[in-house]
């Protein structure tokens, strides 16, 4: 994935964009990810794709957290039997 400052957004909007249409690109500013640019195409295809939903943990119920904690918990022990 190609990496561009906010600044390089700024001043290089045209290399950023020819980028943008190789495949997506990371804005950063101050080294951290903050943007991901991509076209319309891809966000599309990424959008139609994923039939997950993402909730925050906070509107989660205490059944639902401890259902995904059990989940979890199966996994890392299954993890730890297999050598």
Do not use: C, H, W
């Not at 045209?14 to 190789?22: I, Q």
Request: hydrophobic share 35%.
């Amino acid at each position: 994935m190609s990496s561009f400052t906010l600044t390089d957004l700024g001043n290089r909007s045209g290399e950023v964009v020819e980028a943008a249409f190789r495949g997506p690109v990371e804005i950063t500013k101050r080294g951290k990810r903050k943007f991901v640019l991509l076209t319309a195409e891809q966000f599309d295809r990424l959008a139609g794709r994923s039939a997950q939903r993402a909730y925050r943990v906070e509107d989660l119920t205490r059944d639902e957290r401890n259902e995904i904690l059990a989940g979890l918990d199966a996994v890392a022990a299954d993890e730890n039997t297999d050598g």
